[in-house]
């Protein structure tokens, strides 16, 4: 019913930059946030930025300052610019939807895309 597709992720030298993309599509109804989530092998996902529908934007402390979220609400696309790569940002990224398709609302998450910061 909702798919979330993402696009750009790739190999990156240290203080580098990337643009992650990620596009909804399916039988929305409205759209309250969507964000970027990542995960290391071994390790649980973890929270990256956020954006809710009214523009709102929380990002985790790792990446405040560098990584920028941000959303086309006519397109149902996210963002994600990151600037200033550190080998530690290095991730498989997923992008996640929360959408209400009918009257049901619920998380949705992309396939993941990778991120690989090194020299």
Do not use: H
Request: net charge positive; charged share 15%; with cysteine.
């Amino acid at each position: 019913q909702v798919q979330l597709v993402e696009s750009g992720g790739g190999l990156v030298q240290p203080g580098g930059s990337l643009r992650l993309s990620c596009a909804a599509s399916g039988n929305i109804f409205s759209i309250y946030a969507m964000g970027w989530f990542r995960q290391t092998p071994g390790n649980l996902r973890e929270l990256v930025a956020t954006i809710q529908i009214s523009g709102r934007a929380d990002y985790a402390d790792s990446v405040k300052g560098r990584f920028t979220i941000s959303r086309d609400n006519a397109k149902n696309t996210v963002y994600l610019q990151m600037n200033s790569l550190k080998p530690e940002d290095t991730a498989v990224y997923y992008c996640n939807g929360v959408i209400t398709v009918g009257t049901i609302t619920r998380n949705y998450w992309g396939q993941g895309t990778q991120v690989t910061v090194s020299s």
